[in-house]
């Protein structure tokens, strides 16, 4: 059975097509990884972040991009946020929204 990627929004969609293109085509490997093999991913590609948040870890000639997503059940992949990295740490802001997105998709999801 294959995995079903979905969105937050649309909005959050648009953001991850906006990654640069380098960052975008690793995005778009990892996740034709993931639908036909689940979340599964595991260092360098994916980091767990805690309590069912994950950071997809794309890499590209203009540098890292990051892309958070929780799964639900039925083998559902819910990406809720992205960015390009610019500092060594995640930034508490990005992880934040992303946090907060994924608290809404469990309770209303």
Known sequence: MTWTIAYYS??????????????????????ETMEVHGANLRMPHSRAMGDGLFE?????PEG?????????VE???VVLHS????????????LRIARRRMKEVRNYG
């Open 75 to 77: 083998q559902r992949i």
């Open 10 to 31: 649309a909005r959050v969609r648009e953001d991850v097509e906006k990654l640069p293109g380098g960052i975008l085509a690793s995005y778009f490997r990892l996740v």
């Open 83 to 94: 960015f390009t990295k610019k500092t060594q740490e995640t930034p508490d802001s990005e």
């Open 56 to 60: 997809l870890r794309p890499k590209g």
């Open 64 to 72: 890292i991009g990051r892309v958070f997503y929780c799964t639900q």
